[in-house]
């Protein structure tokens, strides 16, 4: 088959394309990893660099000297991103399900309600007061699941929309004829053919929860219940005031004493790693998910 000359410089144009694009998401990991293995005076002096100009592992040293807190923060993390990803998922499926029925009475209200919710929301005070008096989370572990990610409209829409365009509707009707109710339906038929799109809301939420340090800046004060992101938070926070009080000369010593910059680089580095090797086995799912559940319904 030939290809005309034109469509040869359109796919050239789209692979340079899409190769700048993918330096520019791969040249902040590398910049992030090269900064965690530099030492601290390298990088106060010369800046950032693609070339360590001292190398050292004193930032992955100290890591591993204070192993048990950063290790429990990164068991946490694990547990809590499990956790709150299989309850969100669960919850999506049950509520897009019943949406993407044509029969469901009150389906379009029910859908406006779900919609409405990307709009509007109560605000952080209300919330706050909320979560604290009523529902009591803080300092607890469903401080991080239940504020915010457990049930996202956006994923409702997206799962909806590919159970609706995706399933054909002969195979309900088959189901309806053979006596399965909705139930096995949905656990028979629904979640095996939903594969690529509830695997897509599953990274997009467990993306959300694994970055997630809002929640922990607000409802967690114990430092046994910080995640990865709130201890790197909390680490940050606890060197820039031992930098704004320079003057004293113990402040001083300690800021030495600790590779500040590079650890927070390599503790950034681990706590990506777990991203960096599952992204690969689900992403063949991800465009499937996304361009059939983005399909207006």
């Known amino acids: 088959m030939l290809v005309s000359k034109s469509a040869k410089q359109y796919q050239v144009g789209i692979n340079i394309i899409l190769s700048l694009m993918t330096f520019c998401m791969i040249f902040p990991l590398v910049l992030l990893f090269m900064c965690s293995i530099s030492s601290e005076k390298s990088l106060l002096v010369y800046g950032y660099s693609f070339f360590p100009r001292e190398f050292s592992l004193e930032a992955y040293s100290y890591i591993w000297k204070n192993s048990l ?130 695997v897509t809301v599953a990274m997009f939420t467990g993306l959300f929860y694994w970055n997630d340090w809002t929640n922990g800046l607000y409802y967690i004060n114990k430092p046994s219940l910080y995640t990865i992101q709130n201890l790197l938070n909390r680490m940050i926070q606890d060197i820039q005031a031992l930098q704004s009080n320079t003057s004293s000369a113990m402040s001083a010593g300690a800021i030495m004493a600790v590779p500040a910059v590079s650890i927070r680089m390599a503790i950034a580095f681990v706590a990506l790693l777990p991203i960096l090797c599952i992204y690969p086995f689900l992403q063949k799912y991800f465009a499937e998910g996304i361009m059939l559940g983005a399909v207006k319904g």
Not at 92 to 118: D, G
Not at 171 to 197: S, T, Y
């Open 69 to 198: 807190t950063i290790y429990s923060s990164y068991g946490l993390t694990i547990l809590v991103t499990f956790l709150g990803t299989t309850i969100s998922v669960m919850m999506t499926i049950l509520i897009a399900y019943p949406l993407s029925v044509k029969t469901l009475p009150f389906r379009k209200f029910i859908s406006f309600y779900v919609f409405f919710t990307m709009l509007f929301n109560g605000g952080l005070v209300p919330s706050y007061i909320m979560w604290t008096t009523i529902f009591q989370i803080k300092n607890t572990i469903w401080a991080y699941i239940l504020p915010g990610y457990l049930m996202g409209a956006m994923n409702v829409i997206l799962m909806r929309t590919f159970f609706m365009n995706s399933i054909p509707e002969s195979l309900f009707e088959a189901a309806h004829i053979d006596g399965a109710n909705h139930l096995q339906i949905m656990w028979r038929i629904v979640i095996p053919l939903g594969k690529p799109i509830i």
